[in-house]
């Protein structure tokens, strides 16, 4: 059991969430907001102050259904704060913000081998070590005098309580800053003088501090809750998944769905992970869990390409079904990447094959192509037994059975408990016990082959070139 009510801060890339949760782990409350972009002087921001001021508002709601004892922040990765003067020092930069060629080029030269910190050269500024860069020459002053580096999912617990602090499974997310092995900040952030200035390392179930003066007044929670340091959202769907007792000491992967889809392997107890066999071009990396341990890990953006694309939702699922059968046969696809530079086809340009006008037809060949992207990954990671899929997509039962479909010898599987694995995760940084909800449920194939229409994709997209 949980020791009393339970806030999760959960601020997604595209959506944030405040859950409420009781004693026993069961949900009372939940809100959203859909997160806006900031920008200003030609960048882009995210936005801090429209989400706080959100979450002051909902935190009073909640207070007001009865006495709360913690909050657990959860973020999304690539994102950190600078902190100087007990004050929020600049807009913190959203990783979508390009940035420019020279200072692209003259960071790439520095970073350290892939083997070293599991961290591919991403685009824009997905590797945290390039904004670090871009920081430093356009703005040489901020990182000086007690100027601190905090993590995104830290930088709430910083704003809730005014303790900083940093914690490894955001540092290990494609940061370029950690080496996974050594469990240590990498070479570039020591030679940057980045790591002197990292927030003191805390676990992700510490308790930073209590609620500070400033928000109890504002939000009518108590100054006794207890602010802890929290962690990177898909490793709280990984922490939560790890615990049921059909998956414990096996096979695994966790497959987290939102605006990225992010496959993370767990290799059975007593099986070494063969990290250096992943390809660093083909959007491969290494991920890093709340014990500081190694997770091989790959993803694309599949919830953002799916807003690009219409959805998965407008037709009657049974119609979508129908027509996968029927689109098996047409020659009509959808081939990536809709994202460039990311996924396992970074280099491919995304397109239409014969795009159907019918909406079943257009919906049956999304979650086809949702699928075998996913498929794609979980090939690069090298994922044999069983799938754990959770997050957005878990219930959208087409894409669910199409991907069963492509792997017939696998399990897939879903949460029937609910489609919170990432405050699951959250909550048992609390109560490592919390009882588990519900069951992880078999998702039954689609009764089709897929594996000629697989081929038949992948020759389109010139997938060959992929397997060197």
Not at 156 to 178: Q, Y
Not at 241 to 258: D, F, K, M, Q, S
Not at 372 to 401: C, Q, Y
Request: proline share 6%; hydrophobic share 45%; net charge neutral.
């Amino acid at each position: 059991m949980l020791p009393g009510r339970v806030i999760v801060l959960d601020i997604g890339k595209t959506v944030a969430k405040l859950s409420l949760w009781d004693e026993e782990g069961r949900l009372v409350a939940r809100r959203q907001r859909r997160n806006a972009r900031g920008a200003g002087a030609g960048r882009m921001w995210l936005d801090a102050g429209g989400i706080e001021q959100w979450a002051s508002v909902v935190f009073g709601e909640f207070a007001r259904l009865g006495p709360v004892v913690a909050i657990v922040p959860v973020a999304h990765g690539a994102a950190v704060a600078v902190v100087r003067g007990g004050q929020l020092a600049a807009p913190v930069v959203d990783y979508e913000e390009p940035i420019p060629a020279d200072l692209r080029n003259e960071y790439l030269a520095q970073r350290d081998p892939f083997p070293l910190t599991g961290s591919p050269a991403l685009p824009d500024g997905l590797n945290l070590g390039a904004q670090l860069h871009r920081i430093d020459r356009e703005q040489p002053d901020l990182l000086t005098g007690d100027a601190c580096l905090v993590p995104w999912p830290q930088y709430w617990a910083w704003r809730l309580c005014g303790v900083a602090a940093s914690e490894v499974t955001s540092l290990g997310c494609h940061s370029d800053l950690w080496w996974p092995e050594a469990r240590v900040p990498s070479a570039l952030a020591h030679s940057h003088g980045w790591a002197a200035r990292l927030a003191p390392l805390r676990r992700a179930d510490s308790v930073l501090g209590t609620l500070s003066t400033e928000w109890a007044m504002k939000t009518g929670l108590a100054r006794s809750v207890r602010i802890y340091c929290g962690l990177h959202d898909s490793n709280a769907a990984l922490w939560a998944i790890r615990a049921r007792p059909e998956v414990i000491g096996r096979e695994l992967t966790v497959l987290t769905t939102g605006t990225w889809f992010v496959a993370m392997r767990l290799p059975a107890i007593g099986v070494t992970s063969k990290l250096a066999a992943l390809p660093e071009s083909r959007d491969c990396l290494v991920n890093v869990d709340v014990d500081g341990r190694e997770v091989p890990s790959a993803r694309y953006m599949g919830g953002r390409e799916l807003e690009i694309l219409g959805g998965l939702a407008r037709c009657d699922p049974q119609d979508a079904v129908r027509a996968i059968a029927t689109q098996l046969h047409t020659g009509n696809m959808v081939l990536p990447s809709w994202i460039t530079a990311v996924g396992p086809y970074p280099r491919a340009a995304g397109k239409w094959v014969g795009e159907p006008r019918d909406p079943a037809a257009r919906v049956a060949l999304l979650a086809l192509y949702a699928a075998l992207m996913v498929d794609a990954s979980l090939e690069l990671i090298g994922t044999e037994e069983r799938l754990v899929v959770e997050g957005r997509f878990a219930s959208d039962t087409l894409f669910t059975r199409t991907l069963a479909a492509l792997r017939p010898q696998m399990q897939v599987l879903v949460d029937s408990g609910d489609d919170d694995g990432v405050a699951r995760g959250a909550l048992r940084l609390v109560e490592s016990s919390l009882p588990v909800q519900g069951a992880l449920r078999r998702v039954v194939p689609l009764a089709c082959d897929l594996a000629a229409y697989k081929r038949r994709w992948r020759t389109a997209i010139g997938a060959e070139e992929y397997a060197a």
